[in-house]
């Protein structure tokens, strides 16, 4: 194996070491939504016609879980190899900053990935979604877990210690995800409420990765895309550019 991909392994087996703690809380995390959720809104709450609200959940439980896990990945990562004096290590190698960007954001979307994976094998049981565009779930779940892992590489970079990383994770991961029709669709709330969480990047994902089982969507996929896509873009390349910099990792 060449630098990066030494590194990516490396990444990998960080979180997969630990994997009851980084794969199996949050699978047990999903399913207590769901439980709680779903017994308590499957008779009040009605989308998409014919759709159940068990089988509505299961999408957005699974992507909540997926941007939350690969945020969770390189963020944590980064704050872990600056606090513990590690980090010098891999500044001593030749590895650029694309092969870093590689290797945090791939190992964060396998996470994410695969943490999706088992959410959706215990949560399925409760309601059965179909597959009407296998495809959109793919780019949605890949292009998503991306996002949140650069995301969290910007964060793991500013953040100095872990209750910085604290306030990142509860003030802007968590309520942009619960405020991004996880549980809900966006056109059951008030006009003013619909404005603001068309603001929310984050609603995009999931209303995209939804519309891969349902075939049906809050917003066209193609502007969920195309949304998803400059996010991506602009995000990686803040991402990219701090690492090149040695933005507090090079003092």
Do not use: C
């Not at 292009?143 to 604290?166: C, P, T």
Request: glycine share 10%; proline share 4%; net charge positive.
């Amino acid at each position: 194996m060449n630098g990066w991909q030494t590194l990516l392994y490396k990444e990998v087996l960080r979180f997969w070491k630990v994997g009851f703690q980084t794969v199996g809380a949050p699978i047990l995390t999903a399913v207590l939504y769901m439980l709680i959720f779903g017994h308590v809104l499957q008779d009040e709450v009605k989308v998409y016609g014919s759709v159940s609200y068990t089988a509505f959940l299961v999408p957005g439980l699974v992507m909540m879980s997926v941007l939350q896990n690969a945020f969770a990945n390189s963020s944590s990562s980064m704050i872990q190899s600056k606090i513990m004096g590690n980090l010098v290590f891999l500044l001593l190698t030749p590895l650029s900053h694309w092969h870093w960007f590689v290797a945090y954001v791939g190992s964060s979307v396998l996470r994410g990935l695969a943490v999706g994976t088992g959410v959706f094998a215990v949560t399925v049981y409760f309601g059965r979604p179909s597959f009407e565009a296998p495809l959109w779930i793919v780019v949605f779940a890949v292009l998503g877990a991306a996002l949140l892992g650069a995301l969290g590489l910007i964060a793991g970079l500013w953040a100095e210690k872990f209750d910085q990383m604290a306030v990142f994770q509860n003030f802007v991961i968590m309520p942009l995800t619960f405020l991004s029709g996880v549980f809900y669709s966006i056109h059951s709330l008030p006009p003013a409420w619909q404005t603001v969480s068309h603001l929310n990047p984050f609603f995009y994902m999931i209303d995209g990765f939804r519309y891969g089982f349902f075939g049906v969507s809050d917003v066209s996929p193609w502007i969920s895309l195309g949304i998803v896509g400059v996010a991506l873009i602009g995000v990686s390349w803040i991402a990219v550019h701090l690492l090149k910099i040695g933005y507090k990792i090079r003092h």
